[in-house]
């Protein structure tokens, strides 16, 4: 049990260290690097759950495929320092500290009632729940349907990003010229 | 052991979107393995589909209602089976005029037609679900469609200005949703509607902060989906930006889906809860009616005057909701077929009216067209009439519905308020027959041809508005 808590707070520091220097590093490029400090820690937190699939999918998809676009992203724009937000929107930062303070007295309130409430049901941890097997029986049993929908939802984001950024329509190369030069055409009446 | 209890009457219960899908998975192949065949094919052939689930939703009608199916994932009524019509309806009508948009405008079906399909599967899961989670994936099948048929003139700014709007800002209220659904999950342990329900009825009185915050969060994500004021801030500009036919599949087929789910989890599922929050709605739709109505009087873009005159319907719709009786149900659904058959109607004229690439939807280019296209301007002035609620038209009965279930619940200034905003709104929708009937054409507007498909699409919502108009009790008797 004391290797268990000493493991979860060492996890916790890093994941909420590397969530503080997520935002306070002003290169955009360690600060995608902090995320990763911050997706690994929450992952050795997944696994003392007992959620190992989770786990696994968080580093494979979160730090492994998404966080390589991050970084791929930050690179082609060669983003050097961040930029301050100037005029009215610089007010949004004594906003977003309102907006702490009551996530946070929020989340407080709920963990209060957790801990101290009425139904204070003392946790019952399931070993078996996070294994892949369980997760594949519940997704094919259960949540069979919710499981298909989700890809007619993907298949249905691949077909708009196709369309919406490629290069030429069906349209003959004359037809999408004079399409071209009609907009220009308007867009200089618009001036 | 792996044991799977699912069986064919479980496929049965979800058969038209199982047609809808393998259709917009068909079409999808055939555009690539076939790219020389004619768009339009394309088209007629998505049409075919939509029939066929059509058809197949009249079986759902013989097998075992009243029941969830797929281990309480989606639950078969006469409100699934209802709004399954609507959307396919719906779809059919929008993908009628999207063939004859396509003369004026180049549209690519291939992809096109897809997007329409899975958007109307989306929206029929949302009308079936039992659980939370088929709710949010229905949305969001519908929503990312809805974003890039939003954007799909990709030549004309402001297609590209309300497709990027509705992305950001629905994303943004789909966080709203996920964390009010999340609030739920937390209080309740389930995400299953019915369980849901009686967690609500039975602590009724002693609701915790975290069960009331959720149903308050849920109201704001449906209240974007459906336009509310003050959610309402992308709905003109959406609308003026994408393609009429889009843009009238997302008025009628949306706003239907996002009432479907509103009449599934505030009413059905949590409506001890939303109970609490019934003072709170019923601002909403006095907010939502005052505000639609007021800011459509100024408007001369027929496009915005309409999505300001959709943000107060919904608004008419949301009296349905508060009122929370028996009769709720079956009167915001027939409000909604009603609501269909007018917008798509002035939608298609509109379309016509506007001529190549758009350019003519002003309130202003209607001048004259009693006199030119006599037949346009009978459509659109029936339009007109019963989108403002006069009789014999099925708008002047929807409204009658929806006000006599909110005075069976006694709301008598919720009815007041409505029936001052009724007035308000002739205004602007007489606006547009005077400019018809009584105003000449100062400049000559070059319009659209009037082709078959949009022809037969005139032609049955004349018919729908008439019939619902002086007929409602066979339909009426339908819902429920």
Known sequence: MALESILFWLFAMLAVGGGVGVVVHPNPVKSALFLVVTFFALAGEYVLLMAHFVAIVHIAVYAGAIMVLFLFVIMLLNV????RLAGVWGFMRYFSVVLFVALFVQLGYFGYQGFFGAENVPLVRETEIGTVEQIG???FSQYVLPFEIASILLLTAMIGALYLSKQKLGLGEPARAARVKEALHEKEEAH | MVTINIGSSDFAAILPILVVCAFGIYLMVQGVLAPRIHKLTLAYIGLAGIMIAMVSNFYLLGIETDRA???GMVFVDKLTVTLNFIFLLTAALCLLLMTSY????????IEFTPLILFATAGMMLMGCAESLMIIFLGLETMSIALYVMAGFRRFNRFSLEAALKYLLLGAFATGFLLYGMALIYGTVGTTNLTQISAYYSENALNLNVMALFGVALLVIGFGFKVALVPFHMWTPDVYQGAPIPVTAYMAVGAKAAGFAAVLRVLVLATGQAAFEWSQLLWLLA???????NIIALVQSDIKRMLAYSSIAHAGYIMIGIVAGNETTVSAVLFYLVVYMFMNIGAFAVAGIVSGKNEQHVDIKHFAGLGKSQPMLALVMTVCMFSLAGFPPTGGFMGKLYLFKAAMESGYTWLVIFGALNTLISVY????????MYFQDSKESVKMAAVLPGVGLVLLVTLLGIFYLGIFPGTTLSLLY
């Open chain 2, 428 to 435: 602007y929708y007489i606006r547009v027959v005077v400019a």
């Open chain 1, 137 to 139: 029986t519940a997704l």
């Open chain 2, 102 to 109: 396509s003369e004026q405008e180049e549209i690519e079906f």
């Open chain 2, 69 to 71: 199916y797929f281990e």
């Open chain 1, 80 to 83: 050097q320092e961040e930029s």
């Open chain 2, 286 to 292: 006095v907010i939502t009616m005052t505000v639609g």
